[in-house]
């Protein structure tokens, strides 16, 4: 019976190392995706700025061409 014993918690600590080398992969890439999640939400919001200055500016260009070409027409 000892042996059988000994045998089951063997396979037991096996199971017990195999979890936690698996909650150690799952908590790096837990990690691993919120700073991947993090930079995208950086990215994005860089981006939207970005697209703003440029509506601004080119809302600023065709305003001053249409007030130049109706000046040239006038």
Same mark, same amino acid.
């Given at each position: 019976?000892?042996?059988?014993?000994?045998?089951?918690?063997? @396979?037991?600590?096996?199971?017990?190392?195999?979890?936690?080398? *698996?909650?150690?992969? @799952?908590?790096? *890439?837990?990690?691993? *995706? @919120?700073?991947?999640f993090?930079? !995208?939400?950086?990215? *994005?919001?860089?981006?939207?700025?970005?697209?703003?200055r !440029?509506?601004?500016?080119?809302?600023?260009? @065709?305003?001053?061409?249409?007030?130049?070409?109706?000046?040239?027409?006038?």
């Open positions: 019976i000892s042996r059988r014993t000994e045998g089951i918690d063997d @396979v037991i600590e096996g199971f017990n190392k195999n979890i936690e080398n *698996l909650e150690n992969k @799952v908590t790096r *890439l837990e990690e691993r *995706l @919120v700073r991947q993090t930079q !995208l939400e950086m990215f *994005l919001s860089e981006s939207q700025g970005t697209m703003s !440029l509506q601004s500016q080119l809302a600023g260009m @065709v305003s001053l061409a249409r007030s130049s070409g109706s000046k040239l027409g006038g």
